[in-house]
T-cell receptor, first 106, second 115 residues
Framework: GIQVEQSPPDLILQEGANSTLRCNFSDSVNNLQWFHQNPWGQLINLFYIPSGTKQNGRLSATTVATERYSLLYISSSQTTDSGVYFCAVYGQNFVFGPGTRLSVLP | GAVVSQHPSWVICKSGTSVKIECRSLDFQATTMFWYRQFPKQSLMLMATSNEGSKATYEQGVEKDKFLINHASLTLSTLTVTSAHPEDSSFYIC???????????FGDGTRLSIL
């Protein structure tokens, strides 16, 4: 099945800093999403982005499907951005990456 | 946006009890629902995929007699953990979508603790 990797596994930032999270996948996909899991376990849907670029406030994402990767950009990070960021892809079924654990310090 | 309701949000029960978790799509018809399991500090693992009116498809290593899934309508799927034991304690999350060209929408999850 599809393999999904995310990098970096852990990231510590000072409030106001920018960051880029990466998701690599091993095969063609027709569905890709980025999620933020908050400390209570809720999964917040950030982007549905099987290809192209999208922006939503301080967040943006780009998926280059032909090169099998997606990037999530967080600008001017805030402490409320802390949590785990997952990408999930769908080939024959859904596979989640291992996540990037982000800590934003005040 | 689309809303998926999952309940209960927290269950604590004795070993040997069967526990039912409900997942409802409130404002769209979910042709497919997914059930995931998440252990502490780990990623989500897909347990099974259920399509309305048909038997669920379980991932390798998931016991279908242990985790009974019913998807009786386009808005409701249930997961029943039968004869639960402490090793079944985990965070269970459902999601729903209309088709493969749409995003999946998640419930808030159920924390299951078996004593």
């Amino acid at each position: 099945g599809i393999q999904v990797e995310q990098s970096p596994p852990d990231l510590i930032l000072q409030e106001g800093a920018n960051s880029t999270l990466r998701c690599n996948f091993s095969d063609s996909v027709n569905n890709l999403q980025w999620f933020h899991q908050n400390p209570w376990g809720q999964l917040i849907n950030l982007f549905y982005i099987p290809s192209g670029t999208k922006q939503n406030g301080r967040l943006s994402a780009t998926t280059v499907a032909t090169e099998r990767y997606s990037l999530l950009y967080i600008s001017s990070s805030q402490t409320t951005d802390s949590g785990v960021y997952f990408c999930a892809v769908y080939g024959q079924n859904f596979v989640f990456g291992p996540g990037t654990r982000l800590s934003v310090l005040p | 946006g689309a809303v998926v309701s999952q309940h209960p949000s927290w269950v604590i029960c004795k070993s040997g009890t069967s526990v039912k978790i409900e997942c409802r799509s409130l404002d769209f018809q979910a042709t497919t629902m997914f059930w995931y399991r998440q252990f502490p500090k780990q990623s989500l693992m897909l347990m099974a995929t259920s399509n309305e009116g048909s038997k669920a498809t379980y991932e390798q290593g998931v016991e279908k007699d242990k985790f009974l899934i019913n998807h009786a309508s386009l808005t409701l799927s249930t997961l029943t953990v039968t004869s639960a034991h402490p090793e079944d304690s985990s965070f269970y999350i459902c999601s729903a979508w209309g088709n493969s060209n749409q995003p999946q929408h998640f419930g808030d999850g159920t924390r299951l603790s078996i004593l």
